[in-house]
């Protein structure tokens, strides 16, 4: 499987972004029971998780961004996404998209929020 991620940018404290996950040569059947998510890499930092979704139950946050990221999924799409709102300096990093599916990982997009 491929994920390729996009809608990362710049932007002012308190701004949002909505990034975006795509899964490419995986089938609807193997995409649909996996677990998508993001992680996130601050320089200087290791990387972090971020929050992940499965197709049941709720979805999953690391307490930094709860109440101020959704992640939600679009099977049909083979999509996940990141509507991230409230952003804070700290919250700039590089984001990649992970998936379950052989453990693979996006390319990761730059988020870069300035005060």
């Known amino acids: 499987v491929q994920l390729q991620a996009s809608g990362g940018g710049s932007v002012q404290v308190g701004g949002s972004l909505r990034l975006s996950c795509t899964a490419s040569?995986?089938?609807?059947?193997?995409?649909?029971?996996?677990?998508m998510g993001w992680y996130r890499q601050a320089p200087g930092k290791e990387r972090e998780f971020v929050a992940d979704?499965?197709?049941?139950?709720?979805?999953n946050y690391a307490d930094f961004v709860k109440g101020r990221f959704t992640i939600s999924r679009d099977n049909a799409k083979k999509r996940v996404y990141l509507q991230m709102n409230g952003l804070k300096p700290e919250d700039t990093a590089v984001y990649y998209c992970?998936?379950?599916?052989?453990?693979?990982w996006g390319q990761g997009t730059q988020v870069t929020v300035s005060s």
């Open positions: 040569g995986v089938i609807l059947s193997v995409f649909w029971p996996s677990s």
């Open positions: 992970f998936s379950t599916i052989s453990n693979s």
């Open positions: 979704i499965t197709d049941s139950g709720p979805p």
